[in-house]
């Protein structure tokens, strides 16, 4: 079964504090995203990755960056947390294909107090 | 660019019964795919059933099936035989030529005992 892992279930952070989430998956995806989830608001995609090194912006990338130096790692990095960063953040992974299924991570519940 | 509607923010149904979730999508696309993801409590996301555009038949998994109206950009889920673990949040989820999801805003269903 292919399994993608999030560092943290839960997190409780300040505000200006550098956060870092981490996803990795063990099924060899070229591809690899970040979504936040928020009630009422779905998924929205922050960023997403197609190969080591290599990274385009989602929706809504603002606050956020990323890293992925390895294949099966994935980094969401908040440069300064804020209070409104306080959401689920969800990895997932795939391989390429279009009818292929997303595979999701647990989520992180991220808090900015 | 690509929207997905779920227009039903919560829904109850009793156990053994059949419901039905609806979504509705917006796209000039002709090939895509379409998919209903499921989040139950615990938070992990996984797949319940997808759907190529240029199939007629609807996809069928078990207690779960589609109804597909491509003119009409609609995309409903059936649950048959309701069961007390099918209680989750149902995510609509569109993509065309790339591998990015577009997702709806969700509906959680209950299912009462």
């Known amino acids: 079964d292919v399994k993608v892992t999030q560092s943290s279930r839960y997190l409780v952070k300040r505000t200006g504090e550098k956060v870092f989430l981490e996803c990795v998956q063990d099924?060899?995806?070229?591809?690899m995203f970040w979504y936040r989830q928020d009630p009422g608001l779905g998924l929205r995609l922050i960023y997403f990755s197609y190969d080591v090194k290599m990274k385009e912006k989602g929706d809504i990338p603002e606050g956020y960056s990323v890293s992925r130096e390895k294949k099966e790692r994935f980094s969401l990095i908040l440069e300064s947390a804020s209070t409104n960063q306080t959401s689920m953040y969800l990895c997932?992974?795939?391989?390429?294909?279009?009818?292929?299924?997303?595979?999701f991570g647990p989520g992180t519940r991220l808090t900015v107090l | 660019a690509q929207t997905v509607t779920q227009s039903q923010p919560e829904m109850s149904v009793q156990e053994a019964e059949t419901v039905t979730l609806s979504c509705t999508y917006d796209?000039?696309?002709?090939?895509?795919?379409l998919f209903w993801y499921k989040q139950p409590p615990s938070r992990q996301m996984i797949l319940v059933i997808r759907q190529e555009a240029y199939k007629q038949q609807n996809a069928t998994e078990n207690r779960f099936s589609v109804n597909f109206q491509k003119a009409a950009k609609s995309f409903s889920l059936k649950i048959s035989d309701s069961q007390l673990g099918d209680t989750a949040m149902y995510f609509c989820a569109f993509t065309s030529a790339s591998f990015k999801l577009t997702f709806g805003k969700g509906t959680l269903l209950t299912v009462n005992p």
């Open positions: 099924m060899d995806h070229e591809n």
């Open positions: 997932a992974s795939i391989t390429s294909g279009i009818r292929n299924e997303q595979f």
């Open positions: 796209t000039s696309e002709n090939n895509y795919y």
